[in-house]
C-alpha cells in the first residue's frame, strides 16, 4: 500500500513538472511572437533605433531562442523572473505582492462557495417539493448572472447605501487585519455566488444519489439518528464529486479573478496579466503564467489525492 501511494505520488509530481515545463516553453513562444523588442517597449516610441538595438543586445534578445529560454529558465528557478520593462522593477517582488490578494480572494471566495452549496444542496436534496424547485430557481439565475452585474449591485447595496464595506481598494493583512476582511468582503461575496449555485447543484445531485444507497436504506431501518445518515454517511459518500467540485472552483476563481480585481480596484494577478498583456510587457506575462500555472497544478495534485484517500476503491489500486 505505502509503495503503491509512494509510485502515484511520484508519477503525480512528475506529470505536475512536465506540465510546468511545457507551459513555461509556450509562455516563452508567446512572448517572442508578440510585436516589438524589449528595447521598443521599455525606451517607448521615441527611441531611436541604435537605442533600441543596444537594450535588446544588453538583454539577450538577439542569441538564439533555445539560449534565451534556458537562461530564463534556470533564473526562473532559483524564483528570479527578470525585470519589469515597463517600470523597472522585479518581476518577482511584484507577483509576490499581488500573489496573496489573488490567492485571498480565490480561497475566501471558495471557502463561502463550499458553505453556502453545500448547505443549499443538503436542504434540496433533503427537503425536496417546493423547496428543492426554490433553490434550483435562485441557483439558476445565480449561475447565468454575470459576476460583474452581482458585484455592481452589492456595491451599490452594501458600500453606497449602507457603507457597511468599503466599495473599493485592498488593505493588506500585516496594515490592518480587520480592515483587510473588511477589503475582501464585497469582491469574495461577489464571486461565491455563482459559485455556490454550482457547488449546491453538485451537492444536491450526489447527495440524492447517496440517499439511494443500501447501506443508507440500512442506517434508517436500525434508527440511527437522521443527522448521521445525512450528515457522517451519506455526505461522505457524497464527497468525491463534491470535492472536485470545490477544487475546480478554486481553480476557476484563481484564473479567472480579472474582472472582480478591475471592479473592486484589487492589485492581484488578473490585474497583473491585464496590464503586462496591453503593454507587452514580457517578463512579467511570463511570470505570471508560470506562477498561476503552478497554482493550479498544486490544486489539482492535492485534489487527486484527496481523491484517492476518500474513494476506497481507488484507495486499494
Given amino acids: 500500500m505505502e509503495v503503491t501511494m509512494a509510485l502515484f505520488i511520484t508519477r503525480r509530481l512528475l506529470m505536475a513538472l512536465a506540465t510546468v515545463l511545457v507551459v513555461a516553453v509556450l509562455a516563452f513562444l508567446l512572448v517572442h511572437a508578440m510585436p516589438g523588442s524589449p528595447g521598443a517597449v521599455s525606451l517607448g516610441a521615441g527611441a531611436t533605433q541604435e537605442a533600441i538595438d543596444e537594450v535588446n ?146 451537492t444536491r445531485a450526489s447527495m440524492l444519489e447517496a440517499l439511494q444507497q443500501e447501506h443508507i436504506r440500512t442506517l434508517r431501518a436500525t434508527a440511527t439518528p437522521t443527522w448521521k445518515i445525512l450528515y457522517v454517511h451519506a455526505l461522505r459518500y457524497a464527497s468525491l464529486p463534491i470535492v472536485a467540485g470545490i477544487a475546480l472552483q478554486f481553480i476557476q476563481l484563481f484564473g479567472g479573478s480579472v474582472i472582480a480585481e478591475q471592479l473592486f480596484a484589487m492589485p492581484g494577478l488578473g490585474q497583473a496579466v491585464q496590464t503586462s498583456v496591453s503593454t507587452h510587457d514580457a517578463p512579467s506575462v511570463q511570470g505570471v503564467v508560470v506562477i498561476a500555472t503552478v497554482v493550479v497544478v498544486a490544486v489539482n495534485l492535492v485534489l487527486e489525492l484527496a481523491t484517492k484517500f476518500l474513494d476506497p476503491k481507488l484507495r486499494a489500486s
Avoid: H
Wanted: glycine letters at 12%.
Fill in 57 to 202: 543586445q544588453r538583454l539577450g534578445w538577439n542569441d538564439p531562442l533555445p539560449v534565451q529560454f534556458f537562461t530564463w529558465l534556470g533564473a526562473a528557478v532559483q524564483g528570479d523572473f527578470g525585470i519589469s520593462l515597463i517600470d523597472g522593477r522585479s518581476v518577482t517582488a511584484d507577483l509576490a505582492s499581488r500573489l496573496p490578494v489573488t490567492a485571498s480572494l480565490a480561497a475566501g471566495a471558495t471557502l463561502l462557495s463550499a458553505v453556502l452549496g453545500i448547505a443549499l444542496g443538503v436542504t434540496a436534496a433533503v427537503r425536496g417539493g417546493s423547496v428543492d424547485r426554490i433553490i434550483g430557481g435562485v441557483c439558476g439565475m445565480a449561475v447565468a448572472l454575470p459576476a460583474f452585474w452581482i458585484g455592481i449591485i452589492f456595491v451599490y447595496l452594501l458600500a453606497v447605501q449602507s457603507s457597511v464595506f468599503p466599495a473599493t481598494g485592498y488593505v493588506p493583512f500585516e496594515v490592518s487585519p480587520q480592515d483587510w476582511a473588511l477589503s475582501l468582503a464585497l469582491p469574495v461575496i461577489t464571486l461565491a455566488v455563482g459559485g455556490g449555485a454550482f457547488i449546491a447543484r453538485q
